[in-house]
């Protein structure tokens, strides 16, 4: 059975850090979705995020 090509490559992940870090940005943590090719970068220090919208927000 033959591999599948991903979506992204290893280059690409490596060009995508390499943008930010010459942009100024401390990276905090990266997270590689190879099902849909998405690279997210997160800078240093940055809350994570729940999904979906505050329900705090919502009741305002």
Do not use: C, N, Y
């Amino acid at each position: 059975m033959a591999t599948r090509q991903s979506l992204v490559s290893q280059a690409e992940i490596k060009r995508t850090l390499q943008a930010a870090l010459s942009a100024g940005l401390r990276i905090g943590r990266v997270e590689v979705d190879h099902a849909t090719g998405r690279v997210v970068v997160f800078p240093e220090g940055a809350a994570p995020q729940a999904a979906g919208p505050d329900p705090d927000e919502l009741l305002k």
